[in-house]
């Protein structure tokens, strides 16, 4: 069965810092992975991806797929308080309408 | 407001009883997911619509759920014989290539 798995599962830095979020994934067959902000109640789209090395990019956030090793990163330079939040990361098979979600990454920045 | 709305935000229910929660999607999207999120989770896919055609149910909903989307507009999820295990954030979304979600129905079954 397909499978997104996030890493780390919980973080903690200082506003200023740089954040690498991890979302591995194990397919059958790739159409599309995005990425989500959950604050308080409803995910915020953040970005999709559907090529390999090519970075997708708005603001202090940007994101990276590598089709070939199964995984995307999401950065985020110059962290600030609102950052904080689970930041989801989601694998739409092709051929269903659904996306599998991981468990996320809750972000914490301290000021 | 333009967004994905939800209603009620809040629900709560004694066991055994029906529930039905309405989702009010962006106007000109035609295509409708519910999901489901428990603590500590990421959402659960329930169901899709696409205009009033349901066309992907999750297998591990049981029958006590139902959905449904007349003249492709407004969705309603109806759980009959609430358990404790439902109590959950249910969510809802609409989308064209990605998906817009809304606020969220909390249910909590007492």
């Known amino acids: 069965e397909d499978k997104v798995v996030q890493s780390p599962l919980s973080l903690v830095v200082h506003e200023g810092d740089t954040v690498t979020l991890n979302c591995s994934y194990e397919v059958t067959n790739f159409r599309s992975l995005l990425w989500y902000k959950q604050e308080k109640k409803a995910p915020t789209f953040l970005f999709m991806l559907t090529s390999s090395g090519i970075e997708k990019k708005s603001g202090r956030l940007s994101s990276i797929l590598d089709k070939k090793e199964l995984f995307s990163i999401l950065n985020i330079t110059a962290t600030q308080t609102g950052d904080s939040a689970v930041y989801l990361c989601?694998?739409?098979?092709?051929?269903?309408?659904?996306?599998?979600f991981g468990t996320g990454t809750r972000l914490k920045v301290l000021a | 407001d333009t967004g994905v709305s939800q209603n009620p935000r809040h629900k709560i229910t004694k066991r055994g009883q029906n529930v039905t929660f309405r989702c009010d999607p962006i106007s000109e999207h035609n295509r409708l997911y519910w999901y489901r999120q428990t603590l500590g989770q990421g959402p659960e896919f329930l169901t899709y619509f696409q205009n009033e055609a349901q066309l992907e149910k999750s297998r591990l909903l049981s029958d006590r759920f139902s959905a449904e989307r007349p003249k492709g507009s407004f969705s309603t999820l109806e759980i009959q014989r609430t358990e404790q295990g439902d109590s959950a954030m249910y969510l809802c979304a609409s989308g064209g290539t990605e998906a817009f979600f809304g606020q969220g129905t909390r249910l909590t079954v007492v």
């Open positions: 989601a694998h739409e098979p092709p051929g269903t309408y659904k996306y599998i």
